[in-house]
């Protein structure tokens, strides 16, 4: 007889963090379980976290394929930095975790799809206002300079969600994702009974669910004019979309408690469609326009131009996701 | 079961219809591809699928095969649909999992290049193939049938469907806008080609239609509101007030005798202005009911409020007058709805060479009818607006017909009646008389003798358009004369005939308000303004919309025998709905996802059915089934894709899709 | 870029794929119509038939699209008449939404189209179809401004 293997001295599972193109809030998230991380600590080694602890990408390339129990990635792909580092996470990691809107649908960073790249390096490195570059200097992925040389990533033409570039296993949506939902996934994930493959972690009904002011839309709402926030005077207590101000909780997941709302402002949509919609924006557009008050062509065509950038607004989170934008070619199309 | 699953058996068959597909699509190749198709079990191409042997090979695969989807492409689904499904379902299957591919109508009858047409079936095909997999056993719903029938417009075939029903124990609602039923029939004199009188072989119908205990008759009404569907139509119906009241008046007409107004003075629609009755006065003496009207527009008391009401003094204890009386709603419910609103008569002015409305001796033939009836304005005596008795008549076929400039259509009634008129007036003046026509037209039964009858006795047929009526003389003869000037085409001669009278063949056309009563009821017209029947062979009495019916000239001008036809053949269609006491309903209804719908609201607004409400108790939209008709508004509004809508289901639309873009 | 020579035969040889969505009651009875008189038009649209243009969901237009749609063509009962009341009304309010997003999104005019075509009006279907098959034509092929395949590699210095 064999002596049955050794029990591993750190029996923890491995946890790593990491962030491609995003703003920083989804780290804040991590942050907010405020003394919860400690709980979180105790059960997990974070094995990688750059904007916390000081490791070290080659740490993470040491450690053996599939040793991370979970990954959580937040922020969209733009770089080759980012693409390369999604792939090494993927590698190391059991369970990928798409965290929050832009890693999930593409998030705000994917508005950049209207774009072509060279559009956006000339308007930020020669055209914005406050840039002065007479030289027209650009960023270079290598500069050599005395034999020494310093390299930046390169930036692809479009901006991706998580699984345009890798294969992600659960999807964390919001921007950011509440602390709640996170403590949620990962005591799902703890808990080893892991839900399907592709599940969002969170509800699967639109926001109105839960919103505090459900109650108060009217049954049969038509509206002549759509208002932004800062033309609005909102009622604190009434439906939002009732009061003319655009409102994307109908077509978004709920799972936030309606933090918006709650905070006097529309839901805009950032935990993206529910499972049973394949175009955020197409159906938020659809809900949106179907209660216009008017049979008039001419009528109409003026109220939908009250929506000043239908795509910043029915897109705002979720372009690189959408059927039009989208990068990733799934299989039914790949096998036509 | 669906596509992704390995159960799916799919059995499809590709109809050549004769030559009609195959001569432009390559039917063989169509079935060979998708006979390579995943799922496919078995790809067949048959002479004609909607044949008995089509449909048995259909039944037979799906037994011996164990197909579970059936895909047809042959005709369009509005043609042939249920005669597949009832296929599929004597194969054991549900008819639902099947779908059907137009590659007739859509594509063979077309387009002319074979390949590009072969390629298009093929695309439309393997969407087919594609969408049925992820059919869902469907069951159609069944709706009991309210038996009653709502009859609009009063004329000969309005009429004679209410009796036919009536007579066969259905209660009728027959409304009629006008004081009297009878409609345009009731106008004329004689009618072609037996020239027995109208009014002798109509007002005993009509008369049978008050005296019937089946038939409810609201004349001065209209259908204001239509809701429901086919066996459970809920109807608002307008009455105008008569200011008399119908239950309490006996007819004896001493009111209109006893008005203020001594001397009829107001121009009589009856007769075309032909003739002039009083503000209280009766359409013509058959009329049905026999019951007075006052014309609000005209009676001093409605003017000045003034009057001595001498129309009340002489009613005296009966009450009938009843000058405050109010327009009055009723709602009813009916199982069916036969619509034979009929038609008006050309608008003589719109040809302004024929000088109608200049020249005072130029009448159109309804003017004429009136004129030669015994009970018209001037008793049946041919005078004209001059006092003088005519000595030469022409009449111009095909005015408003066949015409470019106005309407290109056939009036199939204008040479007919043009005849007659020839030899009424013939016989009631002795006067010349010359028929202009274009073609003569005398297809039915016993017509073309009637015209060899007229060549007999004397008529002038002269085979030609006319170009113009003028009152400028260039002969002696043709002084005070209406000169009528027209290339005589069979001698390739330009004649003038000078007439004393002229006729004006007017063609028949849709009414004026005839879009709104198709809107109203919700159903088709074609593009000159004819309601349009379901198929013009084999279901010209049938609508686009189930339960409502067409009857008569609404549909298109026909005769008298033709309309008569039309109404026992609308009836019976509605007898034959009311007798099966139930309707299917096409299971295409939309439906929420309880767990799923967030309540949103959305929708609420959006269904002009006020199918959808909202539950109180548990915050979400729910969908009545009965009142859903399977628009799918809703459902592609739905942000959340909580609804969903049998047979047109996201998923089965993004195959569909998919589908023909497949080699995209 | 391509020389006019070679985009002229590009054109030419090139055929649109237009999907159509016709509602039950109108424009697939035209279609229906179109085909007993015998009407021909190009063969380039594949018709999907809803019951009513109001079941037509903007992501069936953004899926054809993504799908290899040239166009998209919407075909309902005029204003007034639809077999629903109301349905072609909110298809036209969304239609005039999606048009925006399409346009931004470097989709032309003339590859979304809505047109009201009552059951008898099978002329009106070919003119539509036809038009619409030569402005696609004169277009050339939807090329969806995002290249999906592929990331190039680095920025260009």
Known sequence: MTKPAAVPKNPKPKVAFYWCASCGGCEETVLDLDERV??????????????????????????????????????????????????????????????????????????????????????????????????????????????????????????????????????????????????????????????????????????????????????????????????????????????????????????????????????????????????????ALSAISSIIDSNDPEEIEKIVHTVPDPVGTFYRYSLPASLLRRKKIDEALKTK | MDARNGDLRIGVYVCHCGTNIAATVDVKAVAEYAAALPGVVVSREYKYMCSDPGQELIRQDIVELKLNRIVVASCSPLLHEETFRGAVAKGGLNPFCFQMVNIREHDSWVHQDRQRATEKAIALVRAAIRRVALHKPLEKKRVPIHPDVLIVGGGIAGIHAALTLANAGKHVYLVEREPTIGGNMAKFDKTFPTLDCAA????????????????????????????????????????????????????????????????????????????????????????????????????????????????????????????????????????????????????????????????????????????????????????????????????????????????????????????????????????EVYNFYIDMRAAGKAYEEFYHKLLEEGVHMI?????????????????????????????????????????????????????????????????????????????????????????????????????????????????????????????????????????????????????????????????????????????????????????????????????????? | MSNPESLVAIQNSFEPKIVAFFCNWCTYLAADLAGTSRIKYAPNIRVIRTMCSGRVDPQFVLEAFARGADGVLIGGCHPGDCHYQEGNYKTLRRVRMLRRVLREMGIEDERFRLEWISASEAERLKVAVNDMVEKIRALGPLRLEIKAEHFPEEVAA
């Not at chain 1, 930095?81 to 990691?93: G, V």
């Open chain 1, 38 to 283: 400690l709980d979180v600590v105790a059960a997990v080694d974070i094995v990688f976290w750059p904007v916390a602890l000081d490791f070290k990408r080659h740490d993470v390339e040491a450690l053996p394929d599939g040793s991370i129990l979970a990954a959580f990635v937040n922020g969209a792909v733009r770089t080759t930095e980012q693409e390369e580092m999604a792939h090494l996470l993927r590698k190391k990691a059991k369970v990928l975790v798409a965290l929050g809107s832009c890693a999930q649908l593409g998030g705000i960073a994917g508005l950049a799809n209207l774009s072509s790249r060279e559009g956006i390096l000339q308007s930020s490195y020669c055209e914005s206002p406050s840039t002065v570059n007479a030289e027209k200097v650009f960023p270079q992925t290598l500069y050599k300079e005395n034999g020494y040389s310093v390299s930046l990533p390169g930036l692809f033409e479009t901006v991706c969600s998580l699984d345009q570039v890798v294969d992600v296993d659960y999807y964390l949506p919001g921007c950011p994702p509440t602390p709640k939902l996170l403590w949620d996934a990962v005591h799902v994930l703890l808990g080893g009974e892991l839900p399907p493959k592709g599940t969002v972690l969170a509800p699967d009904r639109a926001l109105c669910e839960e919103c505090p002011r459900k109650d108060t839309r009217p049954e049969k709402l038509t509206l002549k004019e759509f208002k932004r926030p800062q033309d609005a005077v909102i009622d604190e207590a009434t439906c939002v979309l009732a009061q003319g101000v655009v409102c994307l909780g109908p077509a978004t997941r709920s799972g936030c408690e309606a933090l918006c709302p709650q905070g006097n402002m529309p839901c805009t949509g950032c935990f993206g469609p529910t499972s049973r919609v394949r175009d955020y924006g197409a159906k």
């Open chain 2, 200 to 431: 002798c072989i109509l007002t005993p119908k009509m008369t049978a239609v008050k005296k019937h205990p089946n038939i409810t008759l609201w004349t001065l009404s209209e259908v204001t509101e239509v809701q429901g569907y086919v066996g459970n139509f809920e109807i608002a119906v307008t009455r105008k007030p008569r200011y008399i009241n119908e239950d309490l008046c006996v007819g004896c007409l001493e009111c209109i005798e006893a008005c203020v107004y001594k001397q009829a003075k107001v121009p009589d629609e009856f007769n075309l202005g032909l003739g002039k009755r009083r503000p209280i006065y009766i359409s013509f003496p058959q009329a049905v009911p026999q019951i007075p009207v006052i014309d609000p527009e005209t009676c001093i008391d409605f003017k000045t409020g003034r009057c001595k009401k001498t129309c009340i003094e002489a009613c005296g204890d009966r009450h009938a007058v009843d000058l405050k009386q109010q327009p009055k709603q009723e709602t009813i419910k009916v199982g069916a709805i036969i619509l034979a609103t009929g038609y008006q008569t050309f608008d003589a002015r719109k040809v302004p060479d024929y000088g109608y409305g200049v020249y005072p001796n130029v009448y159109t033939a309804p003017e004429v009818e009136r004129l030669i009836n015994a009970s018209g304005p001037t008793g049946g005596e041919v005078i004209l607006r001059d006092g003088r008795k005519p000595q030469s008549i022409g009449i111009i076929h095909c005015v408003g017909s066949r015409d470019e400039n106005t309407n290109k259509w056939c009036s199939r009634v204008c040479c007919m009646y043009s005849l007659k008129l020839a030899h009424l007036l013939k016989e009631r003046t002795g006067a």
């Open chain 2, 463 to 664: 085979r030609g358009r006319v170009a113009e009526v003028t009152d400028w003389a260039v002969t002696p003869e043709e002084e005070g004369k209406l000169v009528m000037r027209a290339e005589d085409t069979l001698i390739s001669f330009v004649r003038r005939v000078p007439v004393d009278m002229v006729v004006l063949s007017v063609g028949l056309v849709p009414h004026e308000d005839a879009k709104d009563v198709r809107r109203l009821f919700n159903i088709s017209c074609s593009s000159e303004g004819w309601f349009l029947e379901r198929h013009p062979k084999l279901a010209p009495v049938n609508t686009f919309t189930d339960g409502i019916f067409i009857a008569g000239a609404c549909q298109a001008p026909k005769d008298i025998p033709d309309a008569v036809g039309q109404a026992g053949s609308a009836a019976a269609e509605a007898m034959v709905l009311i007798d099966t006491g139930y309707v299917e309903m096409e299971p295409n209804t939309a439906y929420i996802l309880e767990e799923e719908c967030s309540g949103c609201k959305t929708c609420i607004p959006l269904c002009p059915y006020s199918a959808i409400t909202f539950l109180a108790d548990k915050k979400i939209a729910h969908i009545n089934e009965v009142l859903c008709k399977g628009c799918g508004t809703c459902v592609a509004a739905c942000p959340s894709g909580s609804i969903k809508q049998n047979l047109f289901e996201d998923e089965e639309i993004f195959e569909e899709i998919r589908g023909v873009l497949a080699n995209a």
